[in-house]
């Protein structure tokens, strides 16, 4: 096994599990009352995360790794996993809303309104240049951005509803 290969095993893997912790707290949340909106673009996102990965695998599995870049991907991860830990059983995958919740204002929250795309969006580029492949790097840096654009948009009016419920609540 190169030591290609056994990168992209773990965030294979990582990414798997991901995707069952995901799926664990988006039943737990909807058996609390929380719905999931703008669900028609998540197989757009399914699509490009996972082209991503295959692409990697086909073309980056022979690579000689660039030890700076990978770095760089390691230190992206701390910052995914602050994401994580900060929502807790709110993280999910899709976008998922428990009315009359408070926004999250903890952790990278304090800094930015959407950190795990920045996140996202740094391991987009990096890894594959990790792996030697900065055409990758920017043909899923581009295909990333439009998918977080509708994205972020769906998000953003998923939470000013949100809000708007908090409010009317309190009053």
């Given at each position: 096994?190169?030591?290609?290969?056994?990168?992209?095993?773990?965030?294979?893997?990582?990414?798997?599990?991901e995707?069952?912790i995901?799926?664990?707290?988006?039943?737990?949340?909807?058996?609390?009352?929380?719905?999931?909106?703008?669900?028609?673009?998540?197989?757009?996102?399914?699509?490009v995360?996972?082209?991503?990965?295959?692409?990697?695998?086909v073309?980056?599995?022979?690579?000689?790794?660039?030890?700076?870049?990978?770095?760089?991907?390691?230190?992206?991860?701390?910052?995914?996993?602050?994401?994580?830990?900060?929502?807790?059983?709110?993280?999910?995958?899709?976008?998922?809303?428990?009315?009359?919740?408070?926004?999250?204002?903890?952790?990278?929250?304090?800094?930015?309104?959407?950190p795990?795309?920045?996140?996202?969006?740094?391991?987009?580029?990096?890894?594959?240049?990790?792996?030697?492949?900065?055409?990758?790097?920017?043909?899923?840096?581009?295909?990333?951005?439009?998918?977080?654009?509708?994205?972020?948009?769906?998000?953003?009016?998923?939470?000013?509803?949100?809000?708007?419920?908090?409010?009317?609540?309190?009053?």
């Open positions: 096994m190169t030591s290609a290969e056994l990168i992209l095993a773990i965030v294979t893997l990582q990414r798997a599990g995707l069952l995901s799926s664990y707290n988006t039943r737990k949340l909807t058996a609390r009352g929380a719905v999931e909106v703008g669900s028609r673009h998540y197989p757009l996102i399914v699509a995360h996972a082209g991503w990965l295959i692409s990697l695998w073309l980056g599995r022979g690579q000689p790794v660039n030890t700076i870049a990978l770095l760089v991907y390691l230190a992206l991860q701390g910052l995914r996993f602050w994401v994580m830990w900060t929502l807790g059983a709110r993280w999910t995958t899709r976008i998922v809303v428990l009315p009359g919740q408070s926004l999250v204002s903890a952790g990278p929250y304090r800094f930015l309104s959407h795990n795309y920045a996140v996202v969006a740094g391991e987009i580029a990096v890894l594959p240049l990790a792996l030697g492949l900065p055409l990758l790097a920017a043909v899923f840096t581009v295909l990333n951005a439009a998918v977080i654009a509708i994205r972020i948009a769906a998000e953003n009016r998923a939470l000013a509803a949100s809000r708007e419920t908090v409010v009317r609540g309190a009053r």
